[in-house]
């Protein structure tokens, strides 16, 4: 069973805020939300990660909603070298659901 | 550093054959692990290391062994490739604390004919 949802693509104007949706309707009270990244044939990449507060680093910004069902990645200021697929998962950090599952991730264009 | 590298980055097997992908990681962490990824999929796990002298199936072990040689390096065999087998593999490392980042290699295309 799919612990998250993800729209399969969208796009963005360089130079402005990319906001990439993430659902996680049956996330437990333990798991973190987690979004990596991966770049054309390239290894995925880690961006940040969560539990109920909002996150920021020198990547980008996790908003998460007061009911943990959902989140949003922010990238402020989206260039060319951001597009590339985001998967967003749902972990915990003990037992059998530490494992990073991958799912299909959203694909992000951004255009010139 | 040279982070978690790779080899080879190419290869192509026929059906039946065997071969080794190597994995080696210079930051010194404790947890290694092997994910295949199928065209158009995410990364499915095949097996992981929590530490040296360990190692544990993931989502997806049938047809692979592996080996935990040392701290740094951890290979993933195919004894007897098939078709099924043709993906993209990459391996990748992390501190056993899953609070920490796991950091990828750049791959390993293998086709199977």
């Known amino acids: 069973d799919a612990k998250t949802t993800q729209p399969t693509s969208m796009d963005c104007a360089e130079g402005r805020a990319a906001n990439l949706p993430c659902n996680h309707s049956?996330?437990?009270?333990?798991?973190?939300v987690y979004w990596y990244r991966q770049i054309h044939s390239q290894g995925p990449q880690y961006i940040i990660h969560?539990?109920?507060n909002n996150e920021t680093n020198e990547m980008a910004s996790l908003i998460i909603t007061e009911d943990r069902k959902s989140s949003t990645l922010i990238l402020p200021h989206a260039t060319l070298r951001d597009t590339a697929v985001y998967y967003c998962?749902?972990?915990?950090?003990?037992?059998?659901?530490?494992?990073?599952?991958f799912g299909k991730g959203i694909t992000l264009s951004v255009r010139p | 550093n040279a982070g978690v590298t790779q080899t080879p980055k190419f290869q192509v097997l026929k059906t039946g054959q065997s071969m080794t992908l190597q994995c080696a990681q210079d930051?010194?962490?404790?947890?290694m692990y092997w994910y295949r990824q199928d065209p158009g999929m995410g990364l499915r796990l095949i097996y992981y290391?929590?530490?040296?002298?360990?190692?544990d199936k993931g989502e997806v072990p049938n047809g692979y062994n592996v080996s935990r040689l040392n701290k740094r390096e951890f290979s993933l065999r195919l004894e007897s490739a098939a078709p099924s087998q043709t993906s993209v593999y990459f391996c990748?490392?992390?501190?056993?604390?899953?609070?920490?980042?796991?950091?990828f290699g750049p791959g390993t295309r293998l086709t199977v004919l």
């Open positions: 290391s929590a530490s040296e002298g360990t190692t």
């Open positions: 998962i749902v972990r915990s950090h003990t037992g059998a659901n530490s494992k990073l599952t």
């Open positions: 969560g539990l109920k």
């Open positions: 930051m010194n962490h404790n947890s």
């Open positions: 049956t996330i437990s009270g333990n798991e973190y």
């Open positions: 990748a490392s992390s501190e056993w604390n899953p609070d920490h980042e796991q950091f």
